[in-house]
């Protein structure tokens, strides 16, 4: 059974700052890898999808990569704001089946 | 830009009751979704839905579970008889892909209470 985990749980930072979070999976016959963004009591955003078959994908500050054979995937926020306050989910889509299994989550907050 | 839309955004019932969640896919997507978020938890993915028959669920969709697609727009899931356990947030989810597990559209959720 694929497990999914993301590293900080939580993570505080100064607007400006640029970082990064991380999620590990244990499976590495992945289909695809799909990072989301949830703000409390709400729904999912998707932010990037990157395919088995590519390296990275970047969308504004976002930049993603994936790295299957050593089962990680990085998201990298630029010039992080305090609109990028929230939580950050990776999920993991195998080439057999239809779900995606989803990682812990990282708390992003950024302090003005 | 097309969106999933999820109804209600909050139910509550009693134990034993039944309820029904309705979500209304992107109009050209074949591949239909519920996943569930128990407050504090991951996000878990309970069934998928294609041309007209569940594709794949896992444990938790249970015989209490069931899913439906009335019409042309509406996908439903039904809990037959709520527990206590069920409480949670409810997501559907939708995706264009022909085979294998393409980007998936989330809803906003539905906030089920049971009490």
């Known amino acids: 059974k694929q497990e999914v985990t993301q590293i900080p749980a939580a993570l505080s930072v100064p607007e400006g700052e640029n970082l990064v979070l991380n999620c590990s999976f244990t499976d590495s016959a992945i289909y695809n890898l799909q990072w989301f963004r949830q703000d409390p009591g709400k729904g999912l955003t998707s932010l990037l999808l990157?395919?088995?078959?590519?390296r990275e994908q970047t969308s504004g500050r976002l930049n993603a990569s994936l790295d299957k054979s050593s089962g990680r995937s990085t998201l990298y926020i630029a010039a992080s704001q305090p609109g990028d306050s929230a939580t950050y989910l990776c999920a993991v889509g195998l080439d057999t089946g239809n779900q995606f299994y989803f990682g812990t989550g990282t708390s992003l907050t950024v302090i003005p | 830009e097309p969106e999933v839309t999820q109804t209600p955004s909050h139910q509550v019932t009693q134990m034993g009751q039944e309820v029904i969640l309705r979500c209304v896919p992107i109009?050209?997507?074949?591949?239909f979704y519920w996943y569930r978020q128990i407050l504090g938890q991951k996000v878990e993915f309970l069934v998928s839905f294609y041309n007209n028959e569940i594709s794949e669920k896992s444990e938790i969709f249970d015989d209490q579970f069931s899913v439906e697609r009335p019409d042309g727009s509406n996908f439903t899931l039904k809990i037959r008889s709520t527990k206590l356990e069920d409480s949670a947030m409810y997501f559907c989810?939708?995706?264009?892909?022909?085979?294998?597990?393409?980007?998936?559209?989330f809803g906003p959720g539905t906030r089920l209470t049971v009490t």
């Open positions: 109009s050209n997507h074949l591949y």
């Open positions: 990157i395919q088995s078959s590519q």
């Open positions: 989810a939708s995706s264009d892909t022909s085979g294998g597990v393409g980007e998936q559209y």
